[in-house]
C-alpha cells in the first residue's frame, strides 16, 4: 500500500489479522456478507458574516460500522472507539440483528490496489494554516461589497476536510482511500427602494487549497454572487400559467439530479416506489436525453475512486436516447436484483448503511445551437429555472445575458414562481443545447450538471 492508504495501520495499530477477527465476529450468527467500514474525519470551517468572523472551528469524528447481510436482511451497527473489545461488540451486536441458518467463512483479506486516483492532492487544505484560509474568505467578503452600493449584506462560507476510509469484506477485499474536499461560498443580499434580491456562488471540489487561484479566486465568486443579487433587483414578478421554459446550464442540473437522478437509484425500483420501477428498455424520456452517472471525473466533488463498499467508481449509463438502461446500485440492491455493482454505494458516515446514490449526474450534449433558444420559445420572459430539491418548486431568476442573447427580453422575471412537477417532464424536451457546466449540490456531496436545454410542448408541423 502507499503511505497514505497506511493511515489506520499506523495511527491505531490496526492490523489484518485485527481485521479478521472482527468479521469472524461479524458472521458469528449466520449471514452472507459482512464488512467492516472505518472512517476517520478532520474537518475546519470559517464564516464571516458583516464583516466579522462569526465562527472558526475544526473537529475530528472517528469510528467503526460493522454491517452483515442476510438476503433482504441488513443487521448494522458501529462503534466510536476503536479498542479491539468495542469493535468485537460492535460485530455481535450486528450479527444478532442479521441472525440466520445461512453460515460462511472469512476469506483471508487481500488489499486492492486503486486502478486511479482521482484526486493527488498532497497537501490537503485541511492542513493548512487557518491565516491561509482566513484570508481567502476576507477577499471575498470585501469583493463582494466592493461591487456595488447596492449590495448590504454578505456572508462567505469555507469549509474543508479530509476523510480516510478502510473498507474491509468477508470477501477477502481489503481497499482504503484518502479523500480531500474543500468548498468556499459567498451569499449576498443586494437592497434598492425596499426591494431585496439574493445571489449566491461558489466552487471547490477534491483540491488544494491554490485551486482559488487565477480564474477561480475569491473575488470571482464575490462578484458573480453580488451581481446576481443586484441584477434581479431590476426585475418583475413572471407571470402566472404554463409556458414554454429554456433552462441555462449549471444549476438546472439539480432539474435532472432531483426529478430523475434519484428515482434511478436501485433501492426505490427494487421496493418498486419509483416511477421507473420496472421500466428498463422502455422510453421515459425524449429521445434527446442520454443522462449518466460518473464517479470517474478528476477533482469533482462527486467522484470517488471507490466508493464506500470499496467499490471503484465508474460512468454508468442510465438512459440513451430517451431509453431507460439501468439503475444505481450498491452491493445490496445489486444482489436482490441480480444486477451489476456500479460503485454507487454511499455513506453519510460511519454510522450510516451504505444505499445506492449518485455521484456525477448529467445529461451528455446534444447537437442544437444554443443562438436558436430565443426562437425556440414565443415566452420569452423565463430563461432560468431550478427545482428546489425538498419542496418540488420552480424558482425563476432573471436571465445570465452574459452567457446569450437576451437583448430581446422586455425585463427579467423574478421568483418564486410556483409550478406543479409534470410527471412526463422529460419526455417534453424538444432541444438539447451543446454545452455544460457543472454546478455542485453541496450538502450531500454530488454533483449535478445540466446543459442549455428547451422544455416545450411538441407542435404538430
Given at each position: 500500500m502507499?503511505?497514505?492508504?497506511?493511515?489506520?495501520?499506523?495511527?491505531?495499530?490496526?492490523?489484518?489479522?485485527?481485521?479478521?477477527?472482527?468479521?469472524?465476529?461479524?458472521?458469528?450468527?449466520?449471514?452472507?456478507?459482512?464488512?467492516?467500514?472505518?472512517?476517520?474525519?478532520?474537518?475546519?470551517?470559517?464564516?464571516?458574516?458583516?464583516?466579522?468572523?462569526?465562527?472558526?472551528?475544526?473537529?475530528?469524528s472517528l469510528g467503526c460500522g460493522i454491517r452483515v447481510?442476510?438476503?433482504?436482511?441488513?443487521?448494522?451497527?458501529?462503534?466510536?472507539?476503536?479498542?479491539?473489545?468495542?469493535?468485537?461488540?460492535?460485530?455481535?451486536?450486528?450479527?444478532?440483528?442479521?441472525?440466520?441458518?445461512?453460515?460462511?467463512?472469512?476469506?483471508?483479506?487481500?488489499?486492492?490496489?486503486?486502478?486511479?486516483?482521482?484526486?493527488?492532492?498532497?497537501h490537503p487544505p485541511v492542513d493548512r494554516e487557518l491565516a491561509e484560509k482566513l484570508e481567502l474568505v476576507q477577499r471575498a467578503d470585501r469583493a463582494a461589497r466592493a461591487y456595488d452600493a447596492r449590495v448590504k449584506q454578505?456572508?462567505?462560507?469555507?469549509?474543508?476536510?479530509?476523510?480516510?476510509?478502510?473498507?474491509?469484506g468477508s470477501d477477502g477485499r481489503l481497499v482504503t482511500d484518502f479523500q480531500p474536499l474543500v468548498r468556499l461560498n459567498v451569499s449576498t443580499i443586494a437592497q434598492s427602494?425596499?426591494?431585496?434580491?439574493?445571489?449566491?456562488?461558489?466552487?471547490?471540489?477534491?483540491?488544494?487549497?491554490?485551486?482559488?487561484?487565477?480564474?477561480?479566486?475569491?473575488?470571482?465568486?464575490?462578484?458573480?454572487?453580488?451581481?446576481?443579487?443586484?441584477?434581479?433587483?431590476g426585475a418583475r414578478e413572471a407571470p402566472a400559467g404554463e409556458m414554454e421554459v429554456v433552462l441555462g446550464p449549471g444549476w438546472p442540473g439539480i432539474l435532472l439530479h432531483e426529478a430523475v437522478g434519484h428515482g434511478l437509484e436501485a433501492d426505490f425500483n427494487r421496493k418498486g416506489i419509483s416511477a421507473f420501477s420496472g421500466r428498463i428498455g422502455q422510453r421515459v424520456a425524449s429521445e434527446l436525453c442520454t443522462v449518466v452517472d460518473?464517479?470517474?471525473?478528476?477533482?469533482?466533488?462527486?467522484?470517488?475512486?471507490?466508493?464506500?463498499?470499496?467499490?471503484?467508481?465508474?460512468?454508468?449509463?442510465?438512459?440513451?436516447?430517451?431509453?431507460?438502461?439501468?439503475?444505481?446500485?450498491?452491493?445490496?440492491?445489486?444482489?436482490?436484483?441480480r444486477s451489476t455493482r456500479t460503485g454507487n454505494g454511499r455513506r453519510e458516515s460511519y454510522e450510516h448503511i451504505p444505499m445506492p446514490r449518485m455521484t456525477n449526474t448529467y445529461m451528455l450534449s446534444g447537437r442544437d445551437d444554443p443562438g436558436e433558444i430565443l426562437r425556440l420559445i414565443e415566452v420569452k420572459r423565463i430563461s432560468y429555472a431550478f427545482l428546489v430539491p425538498a419542496v418540488i418548486l420552480f424558482l425563476v431568476q432573471h436571465p445570465?445575458?452574459?452567457?446569450?442573447?437576451?437583448?430581446?427580453l422586455d425585463f427579467g422575471p423574478a421568483g418564486p414562481f410556483v409550478a406543479g412537477l409534470p410527471a412526463n417532464l422529460m419526455e417534453?424536451?424538444?432541444?438539447?443545447?451543446?454545452?455544460?457546466?457543472?454546478?455542485?449540490?453541496?450538502?450531500?456531496?454530488?454533483?449535478?450538471?445540466?446543459?442549455d436545454l428547451a422544455l416545450a410542448p411538441r407542435r404538430e408541423k
Open positions: 502507499a503511505q497514505a492508504d497506511r493511515f489506520f495501520f499506523d495511527r491505531y495499530g490496526l492490523t489484518e489479522n485485527d481485521l479478521e477477527k472482527y468479521l469472524a465476529a461479524a458472521l458469528s450468527d449466520g449471514g452472507e456478507y459482512t464488512d467492516l467500514y472505518f472512517e476517520y474525519t478532520s474537518t475546519s470551517s470559517i464564516l464571516v458574516d458583516e464583516s466579522l468572523v462569526k465562527t472558526a472551528t475544526e473537529g475530528i447481510l442476510a438476503g433482504e436482511q441488513t443487521g448494522y451497527a458501529y462503534t466510536d472507539d476503536l479498542a479491539p473489545a468495542k469493535i468485537i461488540e460492535a460485530a455481535k451486536v450486528a450479527a444478532h440483528i442479521a441472525s440466520g441458518p445461512a453460515r460462511v467463512s472469512t476469506v483471508g483479506l487481500s488489499a486492492v490496489e486503486a486502478l486511479h486516483n482521482f484526486y493527488p492532492v498532497a454578505v456572508r462567505v462560507g469555507y469549509a474543508d476536510q479530509v476523510r480516510h476510509v478502510l473498507v474491509a427602494n425596499g426591494k431585496s434580491q439574493t445571489g449566491s456562488y461558489g466552487g471547490g471540489g477534491r483540491v488544494p487549497l491554490e485551486f482559488f487561484q487565477g480564474e477561480r479566486s475569491p473575488e470571482h465568486y464575490a462578484k458573480e454572487s453580488a451581481r446576481q443579487a443586484v441584477v434581479q433587483l460518473d464517479g470517474t471525473i478528476p477533482d469533482r466533488r462527486g467522484s470517488l475512486n471507490v466508493d464506500d463498499e470499496g467499490e471503484p467508481t465508474q460512468k454508468t449509463g442510465l438512459i440513451e436516447n430517451g431509453i431507460l438502461r439501468g439503475y444505481l446500485q450498491d452491493r445490496l440492491s445489486a444482489g436482490v436484483m445570465r445575458a452574459k452567457e446569450t442573447d437576451f437583448a430581446s417534453k424536451l424538444t432541444g438539447l443545447f451543446d454545452r455544460l457546466r457543472f454546478y455542485e449540490i453541496v450538502e450531500i456531496e454530488v454533483a449535478a450538471s445540466h446543459h
